[in-house]
């Protein structure tokens, strides 16, 4: 053999190579094509009035005072992490989306476990306990400041008269738990179906095996179940934080905020700032600040538990 038919399959393998790249690369943009028009949404709707928000958040521009907009730097930063009832607003946010992911994901494992077992009726049981989740948030509100939580006629008030419990205003006396109340409410059938999803993907023969094995129900949760809960709690509670951090409507029907910021929240807050207060530079910094610790905070979470399912899926 010569060295021209040594190299011969390189040289023809080249074009080959090069075709293939050409035709893989057509045929990812034929399958990007139909997203083209989604994503060009989603820049116009999110990233553009994005964009306008950080150029509003360096003017100082107070609709009270007409001609006193002017490129100010970030001093409305400055003002934003100086501003006392920011920081308690915060902290409001904070215990909020805690508080009401850790209840409902303590409710929805509660509830998933029991509609994991075979008893009459228990498909009306669970659209039942689904309904919540698909009320309108304001109408939810509305329910439970008016039906529930209403000194004279609320059904709360109603249940704990037997035990000697006057006519308590709720809303007004524990705002922030109220709008918690709501919200737990409301968040908890998400958390059980999630939850209940798991434990339908559990494999049966390994519960089986233990119970053979003498585990009882205590420790067949604590060493099984729970383990395999872990990545289906873990991101109900990304998503429930995602979706509770945007909570507005429950503040402003039940408390409106008050008794001063006590049950405020920041998307509440800013919206006081800038449609009762005409500061539509320091909105536009407290909505900045918002925006990236939770885009910071979701992140991480989301890599996490990303990492939590491929790891147990390679496992596998």
Do not use: C
Request: aromatic content about 12%; hydrophobic content about 50%; glycine content about 6%.
């Amino acid at each position: 053999m010569t060295a021209t038919d040594v190299d011969s399959p390189r040289t023809e393998s080249a074009p080959v190579v090069r075709r293939e790249r050409t035709i893989s690369k057509a045929e990812g943009w034929r399958r990007r094509g139909p997203l083209l028009p989604a994503m060009v949404f989603a820049i116009v709707v999110t990233q553009i009035p994005f964009l306008f928000t950080l150029y509003y958040s360096t003017q100082s521009w107070n609709l009270v005072r007409p001609g006193s907009r002017e490129f100010n730097w970030l001093n409305n930063y400055v003002d934003v992490f100086r501003d006392s009832q920011f920081r308690q607003v915060a902290l409001n946010t904070v215990i909020m989306i805690v508080g009401t992911v850790i209840i409902s994901v303590v409710l929805g494992l509660l509830l998933a476990l029991l509609l994991d077992r075979k008893f009459i009726g228990r498909s009306l049981v669970r659209t039942l306990l689904i309904t919540p989740f698909l009320i309108t948030p304001v109408a939810g509100a509305l329910i439970w400041k008016t039906t529930m939580f209403d000194p004279v006629f609320g059904l709360i008030n109603f249940a704990l008269s037997p035990f000697g419990v006057d006519q308590i205003d709720w809303v007004s006396r524990f705002p922030l738990a109220a709008v918690m109340t709501n919200l737990v409410w409301q968040w908890t059938p998400f958390m059980m179906l999630l939850i209940l999803a798991g434990l339908q993907s559990m494999p049966k023969d390994i519960a089986e095996a233990a119970r053979v094995d003498g585990a009882g129900p205590f420790a067949l949760f604590r060493e099984l179940t729970l383990p395999h809960l872990r990545r289906f709690i873990e991101l109900g509670a990304v998503l429930g934080a995602i979706y509770l951090i945007n909570t507005f409507d429950a503040v402003y029907m039940m408390t409106s905020g008050g008794p001063g910021v006590a049950s405020s929240n920041l998307p509440f807050y800013i919206y006081q700032r800038a449609f009762l207060g005409f500061d539509i530079g320091q909105a536009a910094a407290m909505g900045v600040v918002t925006v990236v610790a939770t885009i910071v905070v979701s992140t991480l979470a989301l890599r996490l538990i990303f990492k939590s399912f491929s790891g147990n899926e390679e496992a596998a």
